[in-house]
C-alpha cells in the first residue's frame, strides 16, 4: 500500500493507494466503509475507471469530501462521486508519475499541488473555490540604526488567510513569524558591523517590505582619555586601532592585570539611569579572527566598572558583551585595548553601546 485518505466529514471512509501494477483482480484504489474491516475495489473501468496504472497518491477533498483524487503514473485523475467513476484532471499536469498531492487553502484559493518523479511540482487553483487572499503590510520603523533593534510588521488581510514573513541574511523576523488574518510580526536587525549602511527585505506572501540599517560612526583621535570620543546611546563605532599607542598612565585591566596596549577611548553621559550594554569585536587584518581586544569602563573617579577579554586567535569574529549600571547625567569612559604591541596587533574594532 502506498497511501491512506480518510474522508475528513466520516473517518469511517478510508480510501487506500497501491504503487503496484495488478496481479489477478487486483485494484489500484481500495475504499472501506467501516474504518478498515473490509474493503471494496473502485477503479471501475473503461472511459470512467482508473487507467491500469500504479497509484502512489490519494487524497479526500476536506471541503468537498466526495472529491477523491488519485495520483497515478500517468497523472492525476479525479473522482466526485466518492470513487464511483473517475476521469483524468482537466488541468496542465504532467503526463508522468504522481507520488504525492496536497490540497492548500491558506491563501483563500484552494490549490491542487501535484508533486512529480522527473517533471518537478505541478499546481492548479481548483474551480469555484473562492478568491485569493490580498495582503497590506507595513512597517512602522523600516530604518533601523546601526546598534540594531526590533520594530513591528504589521499584515492586514481577511480572517482566514493565513501568512508567512520571511527575512533575510541581515533583517530576521522574530518567531512566531506567521499568522492567520490580521497580525504583527517582530523584525529584527543585528548590530551593522561592516563599514556601509545597508538594505534588506523581508517578505509576506507577495508583499515586500524594503528595510535599511545605518552604517557605524567612524572613530579616531581618541588615542588618550582627554580626547575620548563622544557616544550618544544608542552607539556603534568602528576604528582601526593598529597605529594607536599607549600611555604608561593607562589603567591596568583587572580582567588580564595589564595595562594592555593600543588603547582608544570613549566618552558617555547617559541621558537616562539604567542598565548599559557594552559589545566589543576585534577583527585581524593579518590572516583573519579575533585581533584580542579588552573592553573597560571607569567612572569619573576612575574606578573600573567592568571588564572582558576576547583573545586573540584565528577562530570566527565574536563579539563579547558586559553590562554595567549606569545613573543619569554621570559621565564614563570606555577603553577599549589590544592583547598584544605588535605591528600587526589590534584591528578592525567595533565597539557598540546601548540600553
Known amino acids: 500500500m502506498a497511501a491512506l485518505a480518510f474522508d475528513p ?66 497523472g492525476v485523475f479525479v473522482s466526485i462521486d466518492a470513487g464511483a467513476t473517475w476521469a483524468r484532471e482537466d488541468a496542465p499536469y504532467a503526463d508522468t508519475p504522481v507520488v504525492n498531492l496536497a490540497l492548500d487553502r491558506n491563501a483563500g484559493l484552494s490549490n491542487l499541488f501535484a508533486f512529480t518523479i522527473g517533471r518537478g511540482a505541478w499546481r492548479i487553483s481548483l474551480p469555484d473555490s473562492g478568491t485569493g487572499c490580498q495582503y497590506a503590510v507595513s512597517s512602522v520603523a523600516a530604518a533601523f540604526p546601526a546598534y540594531g533593534g526590533t520594530a513591528p510588521l504589521n499584515v492586514t488581510t481577511a480572517n482566514n488567510c493565513m501568512w508567512v514573513a520571511v527575512g533575510d541574511a541581515n533583517f530576521t523576523v522574530q ?30 506572501q507577495d508583499q515586500a517590505v524594503a528595510l535599511k540599517q545605518s552604517a557605524p560612526l567612524v572613530a579616531g583621535g581618541n588615542d588618550e582619555p582627554a580626547s575620548a570620543t563622544s557616544v550618544a546611546l544608542p552607539y556603534v563605532g568602528i576604528e582601526d586601532t593598529r597605529r594607536l599607542t599607549s600611555n604608561p598612565a593607562d589603567p591596568v585591566h583587572s580582567c588580564t592585570g595589564s595595562a594592555d596596549f593600543k588603547t582608544a577611548w570613549w566618552r558617555l553621559t547617559p541621558a537616562a539611569s539604567g542598565t548599559l550594554t557594552l559589545s566589543v569585536q576585534g577583527e585581524r587584518y593579518d590572516v583573519g579572527g579575533n585581533s584580542g581586544v579588552v573592553l573597560a569602563i571607569y567612572d569619573t573617579a576612575a574606578n573600573e566598572l567592568g571588564c572582558i577579554v576576547r583573545p586573540r586567535d584565528t577562530s570566527p569574529w565574536q563579539m563579547v558583551n558586559t553590562q554595567i549600571p549606569v545613573t543619569a547625567g554621570n559621565t564614563y569612559l570606555i577603553e577599549v585595548s589590544a592583547t598584544g604591541n605588535t605591528a600587526n596587533d589590534g584591528g578592525y574594532t567595533i565597539l557598540a553601546a546601548g540600553e
Open 9 to 74: 466529514t466520516t473517518p469511517v471512509t478510508v480510501y487506500a493507494a497501491y504503487s503496484t501494477f495488478k496481479i489477478a483482480d487486483q485494484n489500484y484504489v481500495y475504499k472501506s466503509l467501516d474504518g478498515g474491516v473490509t474493503w471494496t475495489g473502485i477503479d471501475g473501468s473503461g472511459d470512467l475507471g482508473l487507467p491500469d496504472a500504479p497509484v502512489s497518491a490519494i487524497l479526500a477533498d476536506p471541503l468537498n469530501p466526495a472529491t477523491i483524487y488519485a495520483g497515478t503514473d500517468l
Open 175 to 204: 518567531s512566531p513569524a506567521t499568522g492567520v488574518g490580521s497580525g504583527t510580526a517582530s523584525i529584527a536587525a543585528q548590530i551593522n558591523t561592516g563599514t556601509t549602511a545597508r538594505g534588506g527585505t523581508v517578505y509576506v
